[in-house]
């Protein structure tokens, strides 16, 4: 028996809704981690339940997201993500499900089976990616947001900046892969999300969303993507990472 209340049982509890997986401590504590597998469509489109169309650039074709089961004999899914000649993302509201003073760690897995030809994010006039993943917020009405691109021709480990929209977005960009990455390879991803906003922006945003994108219209090309999953970690807990070849859908 628990006497006088002094004895504390810690439990952990499970919340699955929408193909998301939120793990959080004891009552009262922030969440510990929070995961998205792309497992259940929203009622009312193709995508992921929680996930809205960012508004698009008019005259210019819309990419393409929408979910694919992974194989016949799976439960969780992959956001299948198409670009022709277009240009789109679909975001999500984080602020309320992660802190990332406290869960960091951003870790994903994606794969590209065809890039934009001659895509650059060097380059204004070639800035095409097939996939690319942003945490962005709002600061005196300027979106800022960090962006980890796979890219075609701009070498692995390039970052830079760029501001759209007449400089009300800016955007702090990494270089994770590139072409010679290699097409139709699954690869695990993990980042330090507050680390590298912190240091692109001065602080560690509390409301933020997280987005994922794909653009082929400056190349006049088309781009072909998946996502596999994408979560939000503590920076302490041990994650190995692999590469996992798969053949092409």
Not at 27 to 38: L, M
Not at 201 to 210: E, R
Not at 217 to 226: I, M, R
Request: charge should be positive.
């Amino acid at each position: 028996m628990i006497n006088n209340g002094r004895k504390m049982i810690r439990q952990s509890l499970f919340i699955i809704f929408g193909g998301l997986v939120l793990t959080t401590g004891a009552a009262g504590t922030a969440p510990k981690s929070w995961r998205e597998n792309f497992a259940e469509k929203s009622q009312k489109s193709n995508l992921p339940a929680g996930w809205q169309v960012s508004a698009t650039k008019w005259g210019v074709n819309k990419t393409s997201f929408k979910l694919e089961n992974k194989d016949e004999h799976s439960v969780s899914g992959v956001l299948k993500i198409v670009a022709d000649r277009a240009t789109g993302a679909v975001f999500f509201k984080l602020s309320a499900m992660v802190d990332l003073t406290q869960t960091p760690i951003m870790r994903w897995r994606w794969r590209v089976n065809k890039f934009p030809a001659g895509g650059d994010g060097r380059k204004i006039a070639r800035d095409d990616q097939a996939i690319v993943i942003y945490v962005g917020a709002n600061d005196w009405m300027i979106k800022k947001s960090v962006a980890y691109r796979w890219e075609t021709e701009t070498p692995q480990g390039c970052e830079g900046c760029v501001n759209y929209a007449g400089g009300t977005v800016k955007v702090k960009w990494f270089c994770l892969r590139n072409r010679h990455s290699g097409a139709g390879k699954w690869v695990i991803e993990e980042r330090n999300i507050a680390e590298d906003f912190k240091k692109a922006f001065g602080f560690i945003p509390k409301d933020f969303v997280l987005s994922v994108g794909a653009n082929s219209q400056h190349t006049k090309s088309e781009s072909l993507a998946y996502l596999d999953y994408i979560e939000f970690l503590p920076l302490e807990e041990p994650r190995p990472l692999e590469v996992a070849s798969r053949s092409e859908r």
